[in-house]
């Protein structure tokens, strides 16, 4: 009699388990599902944007408008006027009218990297807040407060989550396989004011060291002021890559590092360097 009751006990354990299991499943296909769709829309608003734009400047291209010289004046006027403020790139505008966090877009075709790039003065609150700052365990691609993205800095480093559904920085260790890369060596980054191309240099595991550790840290490199500062990043990263990726760099250069979690060393990380090639 004792044992049955025992047996039924178990049992009822292990179906709550199983119910439990359930739940935490269905709860995670479900996050999955709300950042997908939030990352859909994002993408939609962007390229509707972009559409827009394309629509208008032919149709501007289209039209024939006759000069004079008052015309040509304001003109200029109005060209000096935009160079010495930065307009936003139309197809940002409206994303950034919903959060002026908005830094820029980072995207590598053929990849689920398409995603917007953050900054505020507080480097860890998009590790965990989505783009309309509600709590998400996705977080959003970012950069520290002290990157500056829009001057010509050497490096500046983009942060991500490596999401085991491949999401945000989730596929970026496919570039440890080298056929890989040479299919994908190509980064787009958009910052609110430029469109950038940038071209890979280097591929390797690191980690974050304690702070009296003396290694090479590529996560503290953003401004090379001598060509022995940028000799030191340059030669090190090329030392750790995992391959050969042929591109080369020199005093001058400048780069994007993208940054995510990686689990062959405790603290560990994966790292991607690229040249920026216009």
Same mark, same amino acid.
């Given at each position: 009699?004792k044992? *049955?009751k025992?047996?039924?006990?178990?049992?009822?354990?292990?179906?709550?388990?199983?119910?439990l299991?359930l739940?935490l499943?269905?709860?995670?296909?479900?996050?999955?599902?709300?950042?997908?769709?939030q990352?859909?829309?994002?993408?939609?608003i962007?390229?509707?944007?972009?559409?827009?734009?394309?629509? /208008?400047?032919?149709?501007?291209q289209?039209?024939?408008?006759?000069k004079?010289?008052n015309?040509?004046?304001?003109?200029?006027?109005?060209?000096?006027?935009?160079?010495?403020?930065?307009?936003?790139?139309?197809?940002?505008?409206?994303?950034? /009218?919903e959060?002026n966090?908005?830094?820029?877009?980072l995207?590598? /075709?053929?990849?689920?990297?398409?995603?917007?790039?953050?900054?505020?003065? !507080?480097?860890?609150?998009?590790?965990?807040?989505?783009?309309?700052?509600?709590?998400?365990?996705y977080?959003?691609?970012?950069? *520290?407060?002290?990157?500056?993205?829009?001057?010509?800095?050497?490096?500046?480093?983009?942060?991500?989550?490596?999401?085991k559904?491949?999401?945000?920085?989730?596929?970026?260790?496919?570039?440890?396989?080298?056929?890989?890369?040479?299919?994908?060596?190509k980064?787009?980054?958009?910052?609110?004011?430029?469109?950038?191309?940038?071209?890979?240099?280097?591929?390797?595991?690191?980690?974050?060291?304690?702070?009296?550790d003396?290694v090479?840290?590529?996560?503290?490199?953003?401004?090379?002021n001598?060509? /022995?500062?940028?000799?030191?990043?340059?030669?090190?990263i090329?030392?750790?890559?995992?391959? !050969?990726?042929? &591109?080369?760099?020199?005093?001058g250069?400048?780069?994007?590092?993208l940054?995510?979690?990686?689990?062959? &060393?405790?603290?560990g990380?994966?790292?991607?360097?690229?040249?920026?090639?216009?």
């Amino acid at each position: 009699m004792k044992n *049955r009751k025992n047996i039924k006990w178990i049992r009822v354990f292990l179906l709550g388990v199983f119910f439990l299991c359930l739940i935490l499943i269905g709860r995670t296909y479900y996050l999955s599902y709300q950042h997908e769709r939030q990352q859909k829309k994002l993408r939609e608003i962007k390229y509707q944007m972009q559409k827009e734009t394309l629509e /208008k400047d032919t149709r501007n291209q289209e039209t024939t408008v006759s000069k004079t010289e008052n015309t040509e004046n304001k003109q200029q006027e109005q060209n000096q006027e935009k160079e010495s403020k930065p307009v936003i790139l139309s197809k940002y505008a409206s994303l950034y /009218k919903e959060n002026n966090h908005l830094a820029g877009w980072l995207s590598i /075709k053929g990849m689920a990297i398409d995603y917007p790039v953050m900054q505020c003065q !507080d480097d860890e609150y998009y590790l965990n807040h989505d783009f309309y700052r509600k709590k998400s365990k996705y977080g959003c691609l970012y950069v *520290r407060e002290k990157a500056d993205v829009n001057t010509p800095g050497t490096n500046f480093i983009i942060y991500g989550h490596n999401m085991k559904d491949g999401e945000m920085f989730g596929d970026l260790d496919l570039y440890q396989d080298e056929s890989f890369y040479r299919e994908h060596s190509k980064i787009s980054f958009d910052t609110l004011y430029e469109e950038r191309i940038y071209d890979i240099i280097a591929v390797f595991p690191s980690q974050v060291y304690n702070s009296n550790d003396d290694v090479f840290k590529y996560y503290q490199f953003y401004q090379a002021n001598t060509k /022995k500062e940028f000799d030191e990043f340059y030669n090190n990263i090329k030392k750790l890559s995992l391959y !050969d990726t042929e &591109v080369n760099a020199k005093f001058g250069d400048t780069f994007l590092t993208l940054s995510t979690c990686a689990y062959h &060393v405790e603290d560990g990380r994966f790292v991607i360097v690229a040249k920026k090639i216009k």
